[in-house]
């Protein structure tokens, strides 16, 4: 049996953006050769709860996930080992992001920092990159770890 570890739900207060979702467990590789997952926010008939329950929340009931992640680390490109399933949809005002994320093996799970703002480059993570700008090079990032942490930052020219 596949234990489930939860990531918190982020939300932001911005509607139909483009999203780009990478995450340091199991992302999609840049390259031209790959195919990255896509996704489109769902309108939601009922505001979700934010607290950590995707599956049982009825908000994101008929909402069908994005999945199909591949590994950034330790191995860029190859198929991801545990599956992440990413939920979005919005409301007249919020954009909501639902995300489970799945692993054989929880007990082994290493957060080493759970500070606001901490780096999430050397732990398990979910990253949202939101685009306003349709660049590609400026955007706000939006992240959490398996203990709940928040993260925000700000990319410019990247």
């Known amino acids: 049996m596949v234990s489930i570890t939860r990531c918190q739900a982020l939300?932001?207060?911005?509607?139909a953006l483009p999203i780009v979702i990478s995450s340091a467990a199991s992302a999609q590789q840049l390259s031209s050769e790959s195919v990255r997952p896509t996704t489109q926010a769902v309108a939601l008939t009922a505001?979700?709860?934010?607290?950590?329950?995707?599956?049982?929340?009825?908000?994101?009931a008929g909402i069908?996930?994005?999945s199909g992640f591949t590994q950034v680390r330790p191995n860029e490109g190859q198929a991801a080992t545990q599956n992440t399933e990413v939920f979005v949809g919005f409301s007249d005002d919020t954009l909501y992001i639902g995300v489970m994320a799945y692993d054989e093996n929880p007990e082994a799970i290493l957060v080493t920092d759970s500070r606001r703002d901490s780096p999430l480059d050397d732990t398990d993570s979910f990253q949202v990159i939101i685009d306003g700008l349709l660049d590609r090079q400026n955007g706000y990032v939006f992240g959490t770890n398996p203990s709940g942490m928040e993260f925000d930052a700000q990319v410019i020219n990247e």
């Open 47 to 60: 505001v979700p709860t934010i607290d950590g329950e995707v599956l049982g929340d009825a908000a994101w």
């Open 64 to 66: 069908t996930p994005t």
């Open 11 to 15: 939300c932001a207060g911005l509607i």
